[in-house]
């Protein structure tokens, strides 16, 4: 009885890493879709996080590519407690 008691909490773990890295390494599902494609973005408006720099609104998002760009740039400099977004290069830009 003593090796069981020994050895079942060792193979329930080697079950479950099994059963984990499984899904991790097959998914079913390769591709995870949105609920919020083709639809608007919600109206918000972000306080800035330092002084001196620009809140962040929904309205930044009005412009494509270039304005998902500036607002990155902008999160990134936040983040990162830059001196201006500017100074952060995106690839294509």
């Known amino acids: 009885m003593k090796r069981v008691s020994l050895w079942l909490p060792f193979s329930i773990f080697v079950v479950f890493f099994g059963v984990v ?10 591709v995870i879709t949105s609920k919020m494609v083709g639809k608007p973005l919600p109206q918000f408006a972000l306080q800035p996080a330092h002084e001196g720099q620009a809140g962040l609104t929904s309205g930044d998002f009005s412009g494509g590519a270039a304005a998902a760009q500036r607002v990155c740039k902008l999160v990134y400099s936040l983040h990162r407690g830059s001196a201006s977004p500017d100074a952060i290069a995106i690839k294509g830009d």
């Open 21 to 30: 890295a499984f899904g991790l390494i097959k998914p079913s599902d390769h």
